[in-house]
């Protein structure tokens, strides 16, 4: 049996962390106007340091929205500040985002498929 071996492609990955609501808007253009495949959202509770919330007892907290995705280390920059803009993370209590490198990544391809009818 031939096995193959996977071209590995360096990238970088970005993480977001918005307020509840935001993450899908962006990962929907990040797939559709980006051509990325490699995104994905889950959530989390928590509070920041600066807002009322933080005051007001002991358990309450927010749901955030996590979005991560892969880019090809070429294109990082330029998606980092369109996922900035988008995601509207220079507004007050906007979230927070960072990038950082991988060691490898496997590209992944979808195949093509026909549009989703809402």
Same mark, same amino acid.
């Given at each position: 049996?031939?096995?193959?071996i996977p071209t590995l492609i360096s990238q970088k990955v970005i993480t977001c962390i918005l307020p509840k609501g935001r993450a899908m808007k962006v990962?929907?253009?990040?797939?559709?106007?980006?051509?990325?495949?490699?995104v994905d959202?889950? +959530?989390?509770? #928590?509070n920041g340091r600066l807002t009322p919330l933080r005051y007001r007892g002991i358990g =309450?907290?927010?749901e955030k929205e996590v979005l991560t995705v892969a880019v090809p280390t070429e294109q990082a920059d330029e998606v980092f500040a369109y996922?900035?803009?988008?995601?509207e993370i220079n507004r007050p209590h906007g979230g927070l985002? +960072?990038?950082? #490198?991988?060691?490898?990544?496997?590209?992944?391809?979808?195949?093509?498929?026909? =549009?989703?009818?809402?």
């Amino acid at each position: 049996m031939l096995s193959v071996i996977p071209t590995l492609i360096s990238q970088k990955v970005i993480t977001c962390i918005l307020p509840k609501g935001r993450a899908m808007k962006v990962a929907k253009a990040l797939t559709k106007e980006r051509g990325l495949t490699a995104v994905d959202i889950h +959530y989390a509770r #928590g509070n920041g340091r600066l807002t009322p919330l933080r005051y007001r007892g002991i358990g =309450e907290t927010l749901e955030k929205e996590v979005l991560t995705v892969a880019v090809p280390t070429e294109q990082a920059d330029e998606v980092f500040a369109y996922i900035y803009e988008l995601a509207e993370i220079n507004r007050p209590h906007g979230g927070l985002m +960072y990038m950082h #490198g991988l060691l490898a990544a496997t590209p992944y391809t979808l195949p093509e498929l026909p =549009e989703e009818e809402a």
